[in-house]
């Protein structure tokens, strides 16, 4: 068969995928963002890419290494291309996505966690696993409604939050928690905590508090029970 990308490769070491990552295309058009994903002398790509208007194509073969994530970390994978599968939104990063874009989003998510054996927490946003550098699928994207699925994770419920001896919001706590979660803790504070609330907080400003670490805690015991019940 013939791809519309000639964009990829073999995973190297012959590696499942084992995570999803959510990008969005940042271009004027979803038609541009195509022509790019498909262009070699680009030497970029992804899986599938879904538009505006709901119609989903597959880009590159899901068992293929697409070159989609570049730079970056999960859960101390640092070959992010090798182990996951990319989906691009088109969408500038400036607007909400439309309510036929989320719906196939959905379903193919469904697809892929049921082929690869997925789980939810291992469907991420490209600010995830780059967050010195990337922020889509950015603040607009709706992430609870793929949690409500079963497509993803949210922390809605009520925790205690974790404060050192003086009371205040313990920072090696909350890297320890990010880090149990998937993030990588090599990066500076502010990046960290950006990253956390671009997903989970996006209206959040100013220092770490005690919500920030209230959201990472959640968070981490999902993440944790998740991976502990799919050993």
Known sequence: MTWPSPNFGQRRGGVRPSIIVIHYTAMH??????????DPSA???????ISEQGKAEALVPEAARAWHAGAGEWAGITDVNSHSIGIELANRGTHPFPEPQMAALEAVLRGIMARWDIPAHRVIGHSDMAPARKADPGPRFDWRRLARLGLSIWPDAPVTVQLDAEGQVDVAAFRALAASAGYATTVPEAVLLNAVRLRFRP??????????MAVIQQVA???????DAQA
Do not use: I
């Open 221 to 227: 015991r999902l993440s944790v029970d998740a991976a």
């Open 203 to 212: 209206w959040a400003t100013g220092p770490l508090d005690a919500q920030d």
């Open 29 to 38: 058009s979803c038609a541009a963002a195509r022509d790019r994903l498909c």
């Open 43 to 49: 030497e970029v790509s992804a899986h599938w890419l």
